[in-house]
């Protein structure tokens, strides 16, 4: 099967353009996607088969038209007494037009009448062009409810009102910030170790990278979308180094840096460092240009933690959350030692967002570790491997702390955090 | 967010169940069915499963390689599994919310866990 690949490849890429174009001429969003859907799935059985058209788009678009009509008909017959017979004649096809409407349509996916879940799965179907089951499987859920959950998504969206056209200019940066965020936890649920079930899973966080791209070209004078998407280069180019030959994950400061994209690298630091330059600051540039930093030192002991601090301090400014807090106290005991660490965290540990996170027992445990309390850090390791409840990381969490206990004291062990 | 609701009833509970009118259980059937109507129609639902009679139970036990079924030593416990709601939303709150509106919860216990994923990091 040489050409599944380049199907699948092709059949993502032109998704949401014959969507677009559906919508535009015949209105209902929802009738419109499941016509696409369906239309994907007989490309997809089709075209490796037989071989892609020639004009691909235009059969995509025809075959999707064809489904419309049916699904509308069926649906017609059955509201028939419900409705007035002007409504029984069919729309008349109207020329497509050549705009992108992919923004447009990432940004009804993403309404604010849905849940994350549903703006999750219904972006990967309608702009990602994923099929229901490549999303059951990548989130390891049930194709019904995948299924059930965009066609409920669609009808809020319906019931709320909106069109299919983008927001009024005064809602379209809160909109696309929206999309970024659902852009971005895309890529992190990807972020797994690849081993069990991930054999099947769609690579999501390719995917995330991949709609952010498209993102970016649409709106390339906005530095965050830019800032996301260096964000997202920097750090997919640690993957071939992030697990072990068993499947656990290695620590930034541990990773052979050999194994790191070097592309992927250059095309992040060039897209932050123009964003940084050309517009205004945001939290999705500060964490790249943090994950540039780390990915710029050939060395672990070469990173520039001073610079690193400074960027939290900016990020602490724009963005303040737990993590920001806890990989700020990180920077810190990085360029003062750990006992300054240890005091910020200290200070910070019962404000009401840190309370109780498994996440100040895992920086306590490594400050711990750096300043050479192998006992206190083992104990901080463990506690804080009982509360996460990511099951890699809570494997990385017992492996530092079985790793303390096998070693005993003995001189400061080297930087072993994974603040990114 | 994965989270785990677990529907526990005892004695009490099943006393009252049991004493319901046939109309008095047909609406309580009905309330958990708009309960689940409604969290499908929020896409948090991912599953729900009412279990049977623990008495229909096996508990399976391997030992050097022989599986062994038998009949659990459930129906004797005064706590029983009944039911389960598998939900997915922004947090344990939210979770716990939907807890505390399962019809009857104030005669039976729920718990709710959080599940497992498998993401490297917490969002």
Not at chain 1, 357 to 364: G, I
Request: aromatic fraction near 4%; charge should be negative; glycine fraction near 6%.
């Amino acid at each position: 099967m040489t050409g599944g690949y380049e199907v699948e490849r092709l059949l993502r890429e032109l998704a949401p353009q014959v969507l677009g174009i559906l919508v535009r001429r015949f209105d209902g969003f929802d009738i419109c996607e499941d016509a696409v859907q369906e239309a994907l799935l007989a490309a997809a059985l089709q075209w490796p088969r037989e071989g892609v058209p020639d004009n691909p788009k235009g059969w995509l678009v025809t075959v999707a038209t064809r489904r419309r009509t049916e699904m509308w008909r069926a649906d017609t017959a059955r509201r028939r007494r419900e409705l007035s017979a002007a409504a029984l004649a069919a729309p008349q096809p109207e020329p497509a037009p050549s705009i992108d409407d992919t923004l447009t349509l990432l940004l009804l996916c993403c309404h604010p009448s849905l849940t994350t879940a549903s703006q999750v799965a219904l972006t990967l179907r309608a702009v990602g062009g994923l099929t229901t089951a490549e999303i059951a499987r990548a989130f390891l859920m049930p194709e019904a409810t995948v299924a059930q959950r965009i066609s409920r998504a669609k009808q809020r969206i319906k019931g709320s009102g909106a069109g299919f056209h983008l927001p009024p200019p005064d809602q379209l940066a809160t909109r696309v910030s929206a999309a970024l965020r659902v852009l971005y936890l895309i890529f992190n649920e990807g972020y797994t170790a690849s081993s069990g079930p991930a054999l099947h899973r769609v690579e999501l966080s390719t995917e995330a990278i991949r709609l952010t791209r498209q993102l970016q070209k649409q709106r390339p004078a906005d530095g965050e979308v830019a800032g996301l998407l260096a964000l997202m280069l920097l750090t997919d180019a640690r993957r071939p180094a992030r697990t072990g030959p068993d499947g656990t994950l290695v620590p930034l400061a541990e990773q052979d840096r050999g194994l790191w994209d070097g592309a992927a690298i250059a095309e992040g630091v060039a897209l932050i460092t123009h964003a940084l330059a050309a517009t205004p600051v945001g939290p999705y540039q500060l964490q790249a240009a943090i994950a540039a930093v780390h990915d710029e030192a050939a060395r672990a002991d070469d990173t520039d933690w001073r610079q690193i601090l400074a960027l939290y301090d900016l990020l602490n400014r724009v963005e303040p959350g737990p993590m920001v807090t806890l990989n700020r106290i990180v920077a810190i005991a990085m360029v003062e030692g750990p006992a300054a660490g240890l005091r910020q965290l200290l200070a910070h540990e019962s404000d009401p967002v840190l309370a109780g996170h498994y996440r100040v027992d895992a920086v306590r445990a490594h400050l711990l570790e750096l300043a050479g309390d192998h006992e206190g850090a083992r104990a901080h390791y463990e506690r804080a491997a009982v509360r996460t409840l990511s099951l890699p990381e809570r494997r990385y969490l017992r492996s530092r702390a079985s790793r303390l206990v096998t070693t005993g004291p003995g001189p400061a062990a080297r930087v072993a955090t994974r603040p990114e | 967010m994965k989270y785990l609701i677990l529907i526990y009833r005892n004695p009490q509970s099943r006393e009252i169940w049991e004493n319901m009118s046939p109309a008095e259980q047909a609406a309580g059937y009905d309330a958990y069915a708009a309960f689940t109507e409604e969290l499908m129609a929020t896409g948090e639902l991912i599953v729900s499963e009412a279990l049977a009679d623990p008495s229909l139970s096996k508990r399976v036990t391997v030992r050097g390689g022989r599986a062994v079924p038998t009949d659990g030593p459930f129906a004797e416990a005064k706590e029983q599994l009944a039911g389960i709601f598998l939900v997915e939303c922004d947090s344990i709150d939210r979770a716990v919310q939907i807890a505390a509106r399962m019809p009857g919860a104030e005669h039976l216990d729920v718990d709710v866990r959080p599940v497992l994923h498998l993401a490297e990091t917490e969002p």
